[in-house]
T-cell receptor, first 113, second 115 residues
Framework: GAGVSQTPSNKVTEKGKYVELRCDPI?????LYWYRQSLGQGPEFLIY????????DSGLPNDRFFAVRPEGSVSTLKIQRTERGDSAVYLC???????????FGQGTRLTVV | AQTVTQSQPEMSVQEAETVTLSCTYD???????LFWYKQPPSRQMILVIR??????QNATENRFSVNFQKAAKSFSLKISDSQLGDAAMYFC????????????FGTGTRLTIIP
């Protein structure tokens, strides 16, 4: 696609439910990143993929968070047993390789009620 | 670990005037990149300008320029001839050129343009 696409744009879920957030990067970009942006804050790193593998998942806050990128393109961020503190905008970005310009999607706003 | 600090939560400027947004950072590394990103209400982060730490010359992109002071670890953004479309959140960000692929962002500055 022309840009990074994230779906859904908005997601409201009940506390304790499971959610999946999807990211479709720019075609040909091998690097893919997930960030979380809480209200009034800058984005915080969650996980970085190079191809199919998670090269750095040090930003995942706990084991309720998991991300996959099975074919080296689309990625899914999965959150189990959601908590109200998980409410945030989840941003995805991709780049041609690491350290080149990262292009961001419009994010998914997750609200846990 | 790197940190990025933006000490101005909000700034405002008259249309057509010039405004400077401040950013300081802390790192022990010598080779890195610095960025300014713009985030309008659409939430998409848009790259405004990039500076490579080993380059002494300040980066410029049309009405946007930076003042990069490596020794002081300062990286300010100057917007000249401000336009209504410049209104947004602006984030300063850092990335190491050695292995660590993640961007570290500041907390942002909300820029308002006064018509």
């Amino acid at each position: 696609g022309a840009g990074v696409s994230q779906t859904p744009s908005n997601k409201v879920t009940e506390k304790g439910k499971y959610v999946e957030l999807r990211c479709d990067p720019i075609s040909g970009h091998t690097a893919l990143y997930w960030y979380r942006q809480s209200l009034g804050q800058g984005p915080e790193f969650l996980i970085y993929f190079q191809g199919t593998g998670a090269a750095d998942d040090s930003g995942l806050p706990n084991d309720r968070f998991f991300a996959v990128r099975p074919e080296g393109s689309v990625s899914t961020l999965k959150i189990q047993r959601t908590e109200r503190g998980d409410s945030a905008v989840y941003l995805c970005a991709s780049s041609l390789t690491g350290h080149t310009e990262a292009f961001f999607g419009q994010g998914t706003r997750l609200t846990v009620v | 670990a790197q940190t990025v600090t933006q000490s101005q939560p909000e700034m405002s400027v008259q249309e057509a005037e010039t405004v400077t947004l401040s950013c300081t950072y802390d790192t022990s590394e010598s080779d890195y990149y610095l960025f300014w990103y713009k985030q309008p209400p659409s939430r998409q982060m848009i790259l405004v300008i990039r500076q490579e730490a080993y380059k002494q010359q300040n980066a410029t992109e049309n009405r946007f320029s930076v003042n990069f002071q490596k020794a002081a670890k300062s990286f300010s953004l100057k917007i000249s001839d401000s336009q209504l479309g410049d209104a947004a959140m602006y984030f300063c960000a850092f990335i190491s050129n050695f292995g660590n692929e993640k961007l570290t962002f500041g907390t942002g500055t909300r820029l308002t343009i006064i018509p």
